[in-house]
T-cell receptor, first 113, second 113 residues
Framework: DGGITQSPKYLFRKEGQNVTLSCEQN?????MYWYRQDPGQGLRLIYYSQIVNDFQKGDIAEGYSVSREKKESFPLTVTSAQKNPTAFYLC????????????FGPGTRLTVL | AQSVAQPEDQVNVAEGNPLTVKCTYS??????LFWYVQYPNRGLQFLLK??????LVKGSYGFEAEFNKSQTSFHLKKPSALVSDSALYFCAVSPYNTDKLIFGTGTRLQVFP
């Protein structure tokens, strides 16, 4: 988990509310990623960013939004449009290039009440 | 469609015995292959990767993996399992010329004393 921080560790949200998950890295990595983890489904890519001020949708982007205003930060907003937001969210970063491993943060567990 | 399969939801092995966690993939071109480990309520930790060259790759904590191009497999192995190896293991593939990872659904390894 070294080098990437995610906050908060646990987050509770009422239905209809937007919530923002924080991800910060001090590894000087250009690329950053957001994944959603559900039991039995592995990790699914929500959004990724290869450089500041640019990002692309992943496989399950609907109901989520991101920004990349600084190299170190890649916050994820879970909007009220996300139908089933309860999950474990993981942020990662890497040097650009598919041959480089990704480094993961400790995760945020979001529960919708 | 590009995909990664981990056919076993759980693998049980006695401490001291060899272990194998299976992974097969389906991608076009020459992929980059990775193994990650996840402990409860934590982020993923990188174990090893195959980029090119020797088909047997050695990684962290005594783990190794064998790339088999003809069988499109990348099985994770360890000669002697430890109870502390008990965790969730993910295989992932990065298709050629992308920065994205495609994850398998994970295999839970349980090592019994």
């Amino acid at each position: 988990d070294g080098g990437i921080t995610q906050s908060p560790k646990y987050l509770f949200r009422k239905e209809g509310q937007n919530v923002t998950l924080s991800c910060e890295q001090n590894l000087n990595h250009d690329a950053m990623y957001w994944y959603r983890q559900d039991p039995g489904q592995g990790l699914r890519l929500i959004y990724y960013s290869q450089i500041v001020n640019d990002f692309q949708k992943g496989d399950i982007a609907e109901g989520y939004s991101v920004s990349r205003e600084k190299k170190e930060s890649f916050p994820l907003t879970v909007t009220s449009a996300q139908k089933n937001p309860t999950a474990f969210y993981l942020c990662a970063s890497s040097i650009r290039g598919g041959n480089n491993e990704q480094f993961f943060g400790p995760g945020t567990r979001l529960t919708v009440l | 469609a590009q995909s990664v399969a981990q056919p076993e939801d759980q693998v049980n092995v006695a401490e001291g015995n060899p272990l194998t966690v299976k992974c097969t993939y389906s991608v076009s071109g020459n992929p980059y292959l990775f193994w990650y480990v996840q402990y409860p309520n934590r982020g993923l930790q990188f174990l090893l990767k195959y980029i090119t060259g020797d088909n047997l790759v050695k990684g962290s904590y005594g783990f190794e993996a064998e790339f088999n191009k003809s069988q499109t497999s990348f099985h994770l192995k360890k000669p002697s399992a430890l109870v502390s190896d008990s965790a969730l293991y993910f295989c992932a593939v990065s298709p050629y010329n992308t920065d994205k990872l495609i994850f398998g659904t994970g295999t839970r390894l349980q090592v019994f004393p």
